[in-house]
Protein backbone atom coordinates (compact mmCIF):
# COMPACT_ATOMS: atom_id res chain seq x y z
CA UNK A 1 0.00 0.00 0.00
CA UNK A 2 1.46 3.22 -0.93
CA UNK A 3 0.93 6.16 1.83
CA UNK A 4 0.83 9.55 0.44
CA UNK A 5 2.80 13.03 2.53
CA UNK A 6 2.34 15.97 0.56
CA UNK A 7 4.72 18.88 1.31
CA UNK A 8 5.84 22.40 0.07
CA UNK A 9 2.74 24.96 1.04
CA UNK A 10 3.15 28.34 2.24
CA UNK A 11 2.64 31.56 2.45
CA UNK A 12 3.31 33.52 -1.25
CA UNK A 13 2.26 37.03 -3.06
CA UNK A 14 0.48 36.97 -5.99
CA UNK A 15 2.91 36.12 -8.83
CA UNK A 16 4.69 33.86 -6.61
CA UNK A 17 5.60 30.62 -7.31
CA UNK A 18 5.75 27.48 -4.92
CA UNK A 19 6.98 23.98 -5.72
CA UNK A 20 4.99 21.35 -3.81
CA UNK A 21 5.91 17.54 -3.43
CA UNK A 22 4.49 14.38 -2.89
CA UNK A 23 6.52 11.95 -1.23
CA UNK A 24 4.98 8.00 -1.50
CA UNK A 25 6.29 5.46 0.50
CA UNK A 26 6.40 1.55 -0.53
CA UNK A 27 8.18 0.13 -3.48
CA UNK A 28 5.09 0.22 -6.24
CA UNK A 29 4.88 4.13 -6.62
CA UNK A 30 6.38 3.66 -10.17
CA UNK A 31 3.11 1.36 -11.13
CA UNK A 32 0.60 4.66 -9.96
CA UNK A 33 0.11 7.40 -11.96
CA UNK A 34 -0.66 10.62 -9.61
CA UNK A 35 -2.44 13.69 -9.77
CA UNK A 36 -3.29 16.84 -7.92
CA UNK A 37 -6.29 18.15 -6.64
CA UNK A 38 -7.36 20.75 -4.39
CA UNK A 39 -9.72 22.34 -2.18
CA UNK A 40 -10.70 25.23 -1.60
CA UNK A 41 -12.37 27.17 1.25
CA UNK A 42 -16.06 26.81 0.70
CA UNK A 43 -15.64 25.15 -2.50
CA UNK A 44 -15.83 21.36 -3.85
CA UNK A 45 -12.36 19.95 -4.40
CA UNK A 46 -11.64 20.40 -7.65
CA UNK A 47 -8.66 18.26 -10.55
CA UNK A 48 -5.56 19.95 -10.95
CA UNK A 49 -2.76 18.07 -12.72
CA UNK A 50 -2.44 14.44 -13.50
CA UNK A 51 1.00 12.31 -14.63
CA UNK A 52 1.11 9.54 -16.12
CA UNK A 53 3.00 6.33 -14.61
CA UNK A 54 6.11 6.94 -16.36
CA UNK A 55 5.68 10.97 -16.84
CA UNK A 56 5.13 11.10 -20.49
CA UNK A 57 1.95 12.34 -20.35
CA UNK A 58 0.13 14.97 -18.22
CA UNK A 59 -3.10 16.73 -18.03
CA UNK A 60 -4.24 20.04 -16.44
CA UNK A 61 -7.34 22.20 -15.76
CA UNK A 62 -7.74 24.82 -17.94
CA UNK A 63 -7.09 27.55 -14.86
CA UNK A 64 -3.80 26.35 -14.39
CA UNK A 65 -2.35 25.34 -18.02
CA UNK A 66 0.78 27.43 -18.52
CA UNK A 67 1.47 28.22 -15.25
CA UNK A 68 1.48 24.69 -12.95
CA UNK A 69 4.15 22.04 -14.40
CA UNK A 70 3.79 18.68 -12.87
CA UNK A 71 6.55 15.75 -13.12
CA UNK A 72 7.66 12.84 -11.20
CA UNK A 73 10.99 11.25 -9.98
CA UNK A 74 10.20 7.43 -9.78
CA UNK A 75 14.00 6.98 -7.78
CA UNK A 76 12.81 9.21 -5.54
CA UNK A 77 8.77 7.90 -5.32
CA UNK A 78 7.99 11.77 -5.53
CA UNK A 79 5.88 13.81 -7.67
CA UNK A 80 5.99 17.55 -8.38
CA UNK A 81 3.52 20.41 -8.42
CA UNK A 82 6.30 23.62 -9.60
CA UNK A 83 3.03 26.68 -9.18
CA UNK A 84 4.20 30.14 -11.13
CA UNK A 85 2.41 33.40 -11.68
CA UNK A 86 0.43 32.57 -8.23
CA UNK A 87 -2.98 34.06 -7.86
CA UNK A 88 -5.18 34.78 -5.15
CA UNK A 89 -7.77 32.02 -6.53
CA UNK A 90 -5.32 29.30 -6.49
CA UNK A 91 -5.76 29.40 -2.28
CA UNK A 92 -6.49 26.47 -1.59
CA UNK A 93 -5.18 22.67 0.38
CA UNK A 94 -3.56 21.03 -2.38
CA UNK A 95 -4.23 16.88 -2.72
CA UNK A 96 -1.48 14.25 -3.77
CA UNK A 97 -3.25 11.30 -4.79
CA UNK A 98 -2.57 8.06 -6.66
CA UNK A 99 -4.26 5.20 -8.88
CA UNK A 100 -3.21 2.20 -10.63
CA UNK A 101 -3.90 2.22 -14.16
CA UNK A 102 -3.53 5.38 -16.62
CA UNK A 103 -3.67 8.48 -16.34
CA UNK A 104 -7.41 10.19 -15.59
CA UNK A 105 -8.72 13.34 -13.99
CA UNK A 106 -11.24 12.06 -11.90
CA UNK A 107 -11.13 12.28 -8.54
CA UNK A 108 -13.10 9.21 -7.98
CA UNK A 109 -11.25 7.14 -10.36
CA UNK A 110 -7.93 7.91 -7.60
CA UNK A 111 -7.75 5.50 -4.08
CA UNK A 112 -5.12 6.89 -2.12
CA UNK A 113 -4.91 10.73 -1.09
CA UNK A 114 -2.42 12.58 1.25
CA UNK A 115 -3.34 14.55 4.16
CA UNK A 116 -3.27 18.19 2.04
CA UNK A 117 -0.86 21.14 2.36
CA UNK A 118 -2.16 24.49 2.01
CA UNK A 119 -0.93 27.16 -0.36
CA UNK A 120 -2.33 30.84 0.61
CA UNK A 121 -1.78 33.26 -1.92
CA UNK A 122 -1.94 36.83 -1.12
CA UNK A 123 -2.96 39.99 -2.94
Known amino acids: QVQLVESGGGLVQAGGSLRLSCAASGRTFSSYAMGWFRQAPGKEREFVAA????????DYADSVKGRFTISRDNAKNTVYLQMNSLKPGDTAVYYC????????????????WGQGTTVTVSS
Open 51 to 58: ISVSGSST
Open 97 to 112: AARAGRVAIVQELFHL
